[in-house]
């Protein structure tokens, strides 16, 4: 069969009736075939090198038109076959995101956990201290701890201008460096919360601690299990905190899910071994009040 003759304007439709834009689409291997034509190498009919089959078409397909919008395969061969491909790689390494290094994702979770950490210990502190307030049938220095003197017009810890001492297992003997702040140190105790009534001789003042009844040791005994809470809430709150640091890290693109995931439960890790320091606090304090 031999073709018309052909100009870079004619409608595809006028080589052949039925020679489409959708009759022209490539085969799998990459040849092209049209209604009543042999099977022929594209790229050798845009070159027009086919001519045992009649078909001369030549450089005029590279150039190929229609009025009524059917391909036109600007650039040859490659640019006919791979236009659509390389736009869709375009888009999907747009949406490629980075991820952070062990490094970074090391980093950051050296900052949030110290950080973390730090206010935990603070919490163990305040619930050793408020543990020792809670007056108990011996005598402590520690039960001193949280009282503050007024000393020439700022407050100051008791501890820091006197020193304190147990003579016996009843007594507590506070001898202050400056005797002129006896009257001062006597007001203090008496205002404070450990409920127990100063004797000043002028020299020293002592502190008898009176033996508890069964019913006040009950009594403390849910006094230290309420500080026990209090202390566990202090660090979840803490726990809580951290892990909404690492989301919003994860919202800045900075981390992924999964490292988020991996942090926290290392973050609970820690958070479990300070929850046990507590409850090892509460036992020591409980032995202390229920021993006679």
Partial sequence: MALRSFS????ARSVHPSLTAA???????????????????????????????????GKHMSSL?????YVRPQEGANAFFSSHLVSRNSKRRARVLRCATIEEIEAEKSVIEKDAKE?????????????????????????????????????VSLKSIAQIS???????????????????????????????????????IRLSIPQLTSERRKELSKVVAKLTEEGKVAVRNIRRDAIKAYEKLEKEKKLSEDNVKDLS?????????????IETIQKQKEKELLSV
């Fill in 8 to 11: 870079p304007a004619a409608s």
């Fill in 23 to 57: 009759s022209l689409l490539p085969s799998r291997t990459g040849s092209i075939r049209a209604p009543g034509f042999p099977l022929y190498s594209l790229s050798l009919i845009l070159q027009g090198n086919i001519h045992g089959g009649n078909i001369s078409l």
């Fill in 65 to 69: 038109s229609s009025s009524s919008n």
């Fill in 119 to 155: 206010r935990m210990d603070k919490t163990i502190e305040t619930v050793r201290a408020s543990f020792n307030a809670v007056r108990t049938g011996r005598a402590n220095p520690s039960m001193l701890d949280r009282v503050e003197v007024e000393y020439y017009g700022s407050p």
């Fill in 166 to 204: 147990t003579p016996d297992g009843s007594t507590l003997l506070v001898q202050p460096y400056d005797k002129s702040s006896l009257k001062a140190v006597e007001k203090a105790i008496v205002s404070s919360d450990i409920g127990l009534t100063p004797n000043n001789d002028g020299e020293v």
């Fill in 265 to 277: 439960s290392d973050l609970q890790k820690v958070t479990d071994k300070y929850m046990k320091k």
